[in-house]
């Protein structure tokens, strides 16, 4: 145990818990049992933790499960209250009743990660912090904050480290910051209500941790639709969130780079959304005064620092609404929304927005002949075929209704920055089922020099070039496992996917070790009373010779011996392994010219005795997954899973 797990500990016989979960409940019988149960598993000691459940004049069970979990542990406090309409009155209750040093707010149909609490706690502490970050994971389609959790940053800028990029309250907040500056959820906002609290917070912490080791929550997108976030907005709904997130930003910082990027949030996400098709939908009076009123609210702050948040149609739309040019923004509200996907056309120039002539006058030249563009590249299929890579994918830029007259694949070397361009070929509809947007490339790898080469596609409109890297998105049958090319018997060159986004690469040369290792894969085993035979298949890139051995540590260790395995066929071998030896851990090593590649069976073998015996049958699986039917009364499943090299495998052995 470290030394802050001791304090921990110590501190328990305190009065004050560490922490106050405070959950505003309603109606959520099908999930707060998971939501409470998760806190249950926190690693905080007795008299550490304090669970504040505020039911909010629910119509179904939650309030009795809430009072059933109440009598089950004295560190659960539950209050019911008249329905307020949303999760800002029992938010505020519960902090009201929280003693906790620090508060976490979470909602009745999420969950905690194991021990998260204890390792968010621990950082705060440690590091002084105000607010601390844990990492969250969606669950049923539920989307999650990316940008602010990329690395774990102790001390994270507000603005750099995109933290002020998420405003929901799923944190971890210094009880004392809370109540020093009366920090509150707003209690009449139908939708937002956290994100004014959550922004004060950070623009008054002195010190803002982001944890993105793990998820430290499960945030669930409810199967009937009735979180809050999934429910509809309206202009008034957005316009008050606004100027409520917009009146916290002003009022708590000073003008410069921290207000700028604040702003950021509100305009992007609040305000933009009221410049679309549902401003129209309001009669023509009501029109002008949100336009007027997003004038007078972002005006004064709206410059050039802030208002290159928003590029593109949403820049233009902004700039109309903050000089208040109504008819002007009508018009291009209008085309939007009848023209989603033909905004775009070729012009002398290039790609451009495709906006009504007269308008052509009224807007700056440069925001219509400069659109952002959005590159559309699904890799469809990779294969090797005669020393060939072909490639086929679809290439396309959203908006323009046609396909660039010119695509193909530019090949960059990593080490010799050369490049190569591989013309491509487009597919007719009929052919490619992509209405004219899918092209296929072949890649003659032979001829390359040796270098690691990764793939662009490219899409050429006259002289300008929009460009995007290949293989990140791509169809779920594509094998993303290595393929090779041979020149006569031995392995010249390999197709993969590099490790994160996933993109397509050549490495002409086998430069990477890892593509020069022999492949070792367990296939099967054989248990008996007398023992196991474990079927290995193996394989070596550079076709020079392969040995296998085992080597079998003994219980205790008294010793270790290697066991060579028996050559069946070409690339398949068996290993034996006795009782005694197949408990304890067997090490698999497969070597060639390039190094070795092992396969460990974790924790040794189940085998039968001798007052089960099993006569077995195996059979390929899966996925990986050997079964062996049994001709006894209890069938078993033995199951192998794992990967290539330096990957454990474990065997276990259930019943079906």
Known sequence: MGDWDKRMDDAAPTNRPLVSIIIPVYNVE?????????????????????????????????????????????????????????PGGPRNRGIEIASG??????????ELTENALRDLVRVAESEGSDVVLGKG??????????????????????????????????KLFRHSLIESKQIRFSETMRIGEDQPFVARAYLNAEKISVLSDRPYARLRRRDDGTNVTSTSRSVHDYMELAHAIV??????????????????????RTLNPVLRARLLRLPNAEQSEVVRSISKLVGPYYTEDVAQHLTGLDRIK???????????????????????KQLLTLGPAGIRYDVPEHLLGVIAPEKIESPPTVLVVNLRDVEVVDGKVVVTSEASVSGLPRRAPHVFIRLRGRQTGSEIDAPGVWLEAGESKGEGRVFTCEIDVLGMDED???????????????VKRLGAQRAKHIDVQPQYIYSGTRAYAASYFTKGRGFLALDVGLKIRAHRLPIAQIVGFIPDALGVTILVSTSSITSEQVTLNVDAGRRPLSGRRNIAGTRLSSGIYAVRLAPGEAETTATLSVENDAGKAQVTLADGLVMPSEKSPVSLEVMPGRDGIVVARSTASRPVKAGISGRRRRKRYSLDRTTE
Request: with cysteine.
């Open 137 to 170: 994971e969606g669950v049923n389609g539920r989307v999650v904050p990316g940008p602010v959790f990329r690395a774990t940053k102790l001390d994270a800028d507000l603005i750099d480290d995109s933290v002020y990029r998420t405003l929901s309250p799923w």
């Open 101 to 110: 040093k620090y508060l976490f707010f979470l909602d009745a149909d999420d």
């Open 318 to 340: 902004m700039d109309c609404a903050v000089s208040g040019d109504v008819d002007t923004l009508r018009e291009l509200i209008s085309w939007e929304s009848q023209n989603q």
């Open 30 to 86: 099908d999930y707060v049992r998971h939501t409470l149960d998760s806190v249950l598993n926190q690693g905080l000691g007795l008299g550490q933790i304090e669970v504040i459940a505020v039911d909010d004049g629910s119509t179904d069970d939650s309030g009795r499960i809430l009072d059933a979990y109440a009598a089950q542990y004295d560190y659960f406090v539950v209050r019911h209250q008249e329905n307020s309409g949303g």
């Open 247 to 268: 009146g916290v930003i002003v009022s708590e910082s000073e003008p410069g780079r921290i207000r700028d990027g604040m702003l950021a949030r509100p305009l992007k």
């Open 452 to 466: 690691v080469w990764d793939l662009f596609v490219v899409q050429q409109f006259f002289e300008e070039e929009y």
